[in-house]
């Protein structure tokens, strides 16, 4: 719901091949990015500034992957049954740790019942005091309008963080309920959020240092009820997605959401869409 209520456009590509639905990003597009202030009533700047919404998200992705893999003990290590599927046998960097589970929900409703299957990811396992293990999606909120050179978050973090949250519900909605659900999906028992501020105001200069001024967690369910999110709902909008694709026939389609306004057209395209640079890199290679 969040998604299709976001102001920004965005598309995900849909293959229905037999009685399967296949649901993916599209290669180069910003989906993986992470909006800034995107369900404020003022939007970032416009493209050309350094406050940028574009700008923004990939500095908003960029503290989020590393705030997640500095929370972690690296001496600490924990391995599960299977490798990551994404590491290559001739893979000689180190990739970002991360835990990737594939699960299984029944998506009900009138007619037929459909069985989803979807790829989560969980960032850490922590241990209660009795030492149960738990496990953990890590995500980062970031300050980036220092009025003045001041950050705000640095002098009312302690005293009222509350309030602080209370504006990001409202001006990071989409993204907030996207962590939510991805966190419920995940079977994760935590959701930790940490609270990151620039170091400098972006005007100073390209370079920019960020600094974590908190952390705070939350059980993913009931964080989901303190921003009234509902599952059911979700699930039945994802339903009605589903119930319009099978009517189609088999192929390759776009998901597309309308900038700045809540629509949602769906696309039919050839099936090598967006596979001709991959082609034409290899034909140069």
């Known amino acids: 719901k969040q998604w299709y209520q976001r102001r920004v456009r965005g598309d995900i590509i849909i293959q229905r091949i037999g009685t399967k639905l296949f649901f993916d990003k599209r290669d180069g597009s910003d989906f993986h990015l992470l909006t800034v202030n995107e369900t404020a009533n003022d939007l970032p700047v416009a493209e050309g500034s350094s406050n940028s919404m574009h700008k923004l998200a990939v500095e908003a992705t960029y503290i ?13 290590q924990k391995s599960f049954a299977r490798p990551n599927p994404f590491i290559s046998k001739d893979e000689t960097d180190e990739l970002s740790s991360v835990c990737y589970r594939y699960r299984k929900f029944p998506l009900l409703g009138p007619g037929e019942h459909y069985t989803v299957i979807c790829r989560t990811e969980v960032d850490a396992v922590t241990s209660t005091s009795s030492g149960e293990e738990q496990l953990m999606c890590i995500k980062a909120l970031n300050e980036w309008d220092l009025k003045g050179g001041n950050s705000e ?11 602080i949250l209370t504006t990001e519900m409202k001006n990071n909605k989409c993204k907030l309920a996207k962590w939510t659900v991805s966190s419920i999906l995940a079977g994760a028992d935590l959701l930790k959020f940490g609270y990151v501020t620039r170091s400098m105001p972006r005007s100073s200069g390209e370079s920019i240092g960020h600094s974590i001024l908190a952390t705070q967690q939350f059980i993913p369910k009931q964080f989901a009820a303190q921003i009234s999110l509902d599952m ?3 699930w039945g909008i994802l339903r009605v997605i589903v119930d319009k ?6 192929g390759k389609y776009v998901l597309y959401k309308e900038p700045a306004k809540p629509v949602l057209r769906i696309y039919k395209v050839p099936e090598n869409t967006f596979e001709e640079n991959e082609d034409s890199a290899d034909d140069e290679d």
């Not at 989020?64 to 600490?76: A, I, M, P, V, W």
């Open 232 to 234: 059911n709902n979700a």
């Open 245 to 250: 694709c099978m009517q189609l026939k088999d």
């Open 153 to 163: 978050w640095r002098q009312k973090l302690d005293t009222q963080r509350g309030d």
């Open 64 to 76: 989020n992957q590393t705030f997640s893999q500095q929370c972690l003990k690296r001496e600490q």
